[in-house]
């Protein structure tokens, strides 16, 4: 029986899931097992699906569903799934003919219940590849093949990897108890911080072992409409909020939290609405800093560690974790934002 479940969400990306579809079947099919979720897909998608698994009988398992978004499927397939393992491959991305094995190879020789790897960046209509560590190589240094126990200061580190889920094998357990929002994008970010907060070990290793296509129009990564800056607001609100209810989370979890709110602040300069959809985000942007409020003496030691804010701006961070402070503070920067 296979031991790995390649779960592939499928929306509107019949162009590119063929080459997909063809990368995993490389895979060992003693070792993997690929189930295809249509969700509620407008295109040809189904008809792509149905094709391969009529000359793949048995390798395929064809899920088609009404659409719920991302974090439906996620929430499906593990439920679903009947493998201790599982990695989610995006179906405008692939993965090299040995990704599953080795990545496998390192779950059961190290007992990790996450495992990474490294990827490729691609690019539309050229041959092009930029390696990419999969996490921030300007903070950490991760060492390949070295376990990272839960607890220790060196786990700390896995907190700077890239959320995405390109090249990561997740044991089953840990993503079976998250609630994962639906109708939203960034749903992938809620697998793996939420996943990772709850591994006992955890294993990374160099090999590029996906193929990421950064640049596909629509890609999530690189929308900035009101509907895809909302679904990240309440995505990240829902991983503080799940979170929270853990019984371990390492201080440095919470200052990650924040650094994705100055990003989500960051993009808000770029959002293209109305001013009442600008302020609306705002409003609930405002809400995800509240959830952080709580946390701040974990946050701040970190923050000034790896802050790289000018004077005023730290200040005026710091100020909107204080309670006292925190809501003022935002409304001066919601004001020069709407203000533009």
């Known amino acids: 029986m296979a031991k790995v479940t390649i779960v592939v969400p499928i929306y509107n990306v019949e162009q590119y899931l063929r080459a997909c579809f063809d990368s995993l079947l490389k895979q060992d099919p003693e070792e993997a097992v ?11 998608s189904v008809q792509i699906i149905q094709e391969y698994t009529e000359r793949y009988p048995g390798r395929i398992r ?4 009404e659409n719920g978004g991302y974090g439906s499927v996620l929430e499906l397939a593990v439920r679903e799934m009947d493998t201790p393992y599982f990695l989610v491959c995006d179906p405008d991305d692939t993965i090299t003919e040995d990704a599953v094995h080795t990545l496998l190879e390192l779950a059961e020789k190290t007992g990790a ?65 998250i609630s994962f929002l639906k109708k939203v994008g960034y749903t992938d970010n809620m697998l793996f911080y939420l996943s990772l907060l709850k591994a006992e070990k955890a294993v ?12 596909r129009p629509g890609n999530t990564m690189t929308d900035v409409s009101v509907k895809a800056m909302r679904g990240q607001i309440r995505v990240f609100t829902a991983i503080a909020e799940q ?46 800093v509240e959830k952080l409020i709580p946390h701040r003496q974990a946050v701040i030691p970190w923050y000034d560690r790896y802050s790289a804010s000018r004077f005023l701006e730290k200040r005026r961070d710091k100020a909107l974790l204080d309670p006292a402070k925190s809501a003022r503070t935002f409304t001066g920067i919601k004001r020069k934002i709407l203000e533009g």
């Open 62 to 65: 064809f899920i088609d569903k």
């Open 204 to 215: 990374y290793t160099d090999r590029a072992l996906a193929d990421y296509l950064v640049d």
């Open 243 to 288: 979170a929270a209810a853990y019984p371990s989370v390492p201080d440095i979890f919470w200052y990650r939290m924040f650094e994705s709110y100055k990003y989500m602040l960051y993009q808000m300069r770029t959002v293209s609405g109305t001013p009442e959809e600008k302020q609306e985000l705002l409003d609930e942007l405002y809400g995800f």
């Open 34 to 44: 690929i189930m295809a979720v249509n969700d509620g897909s407008p295109d040809n």
């Open 113 to 177: 219940d996450l495992t990474v790897g490294a990827k490729n960046f691609v690019y539309h209509g050229t041959d092009r590849k930029d390696y990419d560590a999969a996490y921030n190589t300007a903070f950490v240094k991760l060492k390949p093949q070295e376990v990272y126990n839960a607890g220790t200061d060196a786990f700390n580190d896995l907190l700077f990897i890239d959320p995405s889920p390109h090249a990561k094998l997740y044991r089953r357990e840990l993503a079976k108890d």
